[in-house]
């Protein structure tokens, strides 16, 4: 998904003062799927940033290159 948008996803995430597992717990995930996503490693899964930008109360979409 790139690093620019794994840093818009921690970002949001530190701003809520929570962590990686209490963001994969929200939204049905494992933490694993939320470092990755943040890492900017995961492959794009619009599901995944959907769930992700209603849990944190942020729009994200992902960047074709």
Same mark, same amino acid.
């Given at each position: %998904?790139?690093?620019?948008?794994?840093?818009?996803?921690?970002?949001?995430?530190?701003?809520?003062?929570?962590? /990686?597992? !209490? +963001?994969?717990?929200? %939204?049905?995930?494992?933490?694993?799927?939320?470092?990755?996503?943040?890492?900017?490693?995961?492959?794009?899964? /619009?599901? !995944? +940033?959907?769930?992700?930008?209603?849990?944190?109360?942020?729009?994200?979409?992902?960047?074709?290159?």
């Amino acid at each position: %998904i790139g690093r620019e948008l794994g840093l818009e996803i921690q970002q949001a995430r530190l701003a809520r003062k929570i962590t /990686q597992k !209490v +963001l994969a717990n929200q %939204i049905n995930e494992q933490a694993s799927v939320i470092q990755s996503f943040e890492n900017g490693t995961a492959i794009k899964n /619009q599901t !995944v +940033l959907s769930k992700l930008g209603k849990a944190l109360g942020v729009r994200f979409t992902s960047k074709k290159k």
